[in-house]
Structure formats: structure tokens, C-alpha cells
T-cell receptor, first 115, second 113 residues
């Protein structure tokens, strides 16, 4: 069964350091999402890609966060510099284009701890 | 402003009982209402979803009830089992624009054997 892959699964870093997360969506899924999930809360969308284009990054803290999906397949989310408040689970999800399906498939997430 | 409010925050049910989780939304442009199930250490997985043109959808032991006028929808888990113990999230998305999904804060369900 096809799955969304994410790495690393866990990341511990010190504040002011740079961190990067990688996501490989299900083959053929044109839409890719990055979510942040703080403990005890639901996922919050950070950025949404349609192929290689950003279609929604309204909640992305652009002063420290960046995301790219250069070839419209895998994607990287970067935080520089990391802050204590960035400790959370970072989830990647993918889906077919909205006109074909609403279902989002989530990866296992990257648990980030900022010390 | 939270657009999707979920309750209760936690729920304990005996095996064989009915689990009910409720959500309320504000944006009348929402046109897709999924429920996700999340186990510890895993990403959320789609459980069941409904569109506002129907009032109920059932898949096995899981049923969504939808009340468009009240802007509320709920998840019912019949014959709850210990394996259903997980965190459940409701969500809502709109066909306008990119179709961004907004999630509730989750309900932690514990089914006691």
C-alpha cells in the first residue's frame, strides 16, 4: 500500500539552529501539505503545494520557515532559526487534485523538540 | 478565531458502548467534513467523511450525522472496542480556493474492556 514517507521521524535541536524535514508523497499525488500539530491540538496547515507551486502559505511564519517542492514531487520544510515554540509534530500529507478527491493521506510525522 | 470547535476533549466509554463526538463550524462555505483517527506516533488517517447534501453517512460501526442548519456534525461509534482507543479529529474544508482544511482540536477516546 502506498504511503507518505517522512524523515527524520524525530529531531532534537537547540534553539537558533537550522532544521529541515523531508516528505515524499504518494506517487501521482499533485497536492502536498505541511501541517504543524502542537500537542493536544489539531493539525494546522502551514503550506499547500499544487505540483511545484505554493497555493496557500498564509499561516507559514515566513521569517523563519521555508518550504519548497522544486520538481513537484518530494518536498522540504526548513526552519531557521528554530525557536522553543517550534516544538511540535510536523506532518506531511498528500492528495489527488481537489477536483478528483478530497482525501488527504498523512505521513507518520516528524517530532521536533527544540531545547 | 477557531472555525471548527470539537467536544468533548476526552471521552471514556465501556466496551460495547456508543461513543459520540461533536463538532460545530462557522464557515458556511465548508463543503466537505471528514473525521480522522490518529494513534500515538502515527499521522491521522481518514475514517469517514460527509458532504452537506446528506444528513447521515454510515460505514460499518462509524456514522456521521450532519445538521446543516445548526452547522454541526457528529461522529458515532457503535459497539466501541478497545482498538478504537485513539484521538479523533473532525475537519472541514471549502471548495473555494485551494480547499484548505481546518481541524478541530481532537477528542481522546478510551474504550475500557
Amino acid at each position: 500500500e502506498a504511503e507518505v514517507a517522512q524523515s527524520p521521524r524525530y529531531k532534537i535541536t537547540e534553539k537558533s539552529q537550522a532544521v529541515a524535514f523531508w516528505c515524499d508523497p504518494i506517487s501521482g499525488h499533485a497536492t502536498l501539505y505541511w501541517y504543524r500539530q502542537i500537542l493536544g491540538q489539531g493539525p494546522e496547515l502551514l503550506v499547500q503545494f499544487q505540483d511545484e507551486s505554493v497555493v496557500d502559505d498564509s499561516q507559514l511564519p515566513k521569517d523563519r520557515f521555508s518550504a519548497e517542492r522544486l520538481k513537484g514531487v518530494d518536498s522540504t520544510l526548513k526552519i531557521q532559526p528554530a525557536e522553543l515554540g517550534d516544538s511540535a509534530m510536523y506532518l506531511c500529507a498528500s492528495s489527488l487534485p481537489r477536483g478528483r478527491s478530497h482525501e488527504q493521506f498523512f505521513g507518520p510525522g516528524t517530532r521536533l523538540t527544540v531545547l | 478565531q477557531q472555525q471548527v470547535k470539537q467536544s468533548p476533549q476526552s471521552l471514556i466509554v465501556q466496551k460495547g458502548g456508543i461513543s459520540i463526538i461533536n463538532c460545530a463550524y462557522e464557515n458556511t462555505a465548508f463543503d466537505y467534513f471528514p473525521w480522522y483517527q490518529q494513534f500515538p506516533g502515527k499521522g491521522p488517517a481518514l475514517l469517514i467523511a460527509i458532504r452537506p447534501d446528506v444528513s447521515e453517512k454510515k460505514e460499518g460501526r462509524f456514522t456521521i450525522s450532519f445538521n446543516k442548519s445548526a452547522k454541526q456534525f457528529s461522529l458515532h461509534i457503535m459497539d466501541s472496542q478497545p482498538g478504537d482507543s485513539a484521538t479523533y479529529f473532525c475537519a472541514a474544508s471549502s471548495g473555494v480556493g485551494a480547499g484548505k482544511s481546518t481541524f478541530g482540536d481532537g477528542t481522546t477516546l478510551t474504550v475500557k474492556p
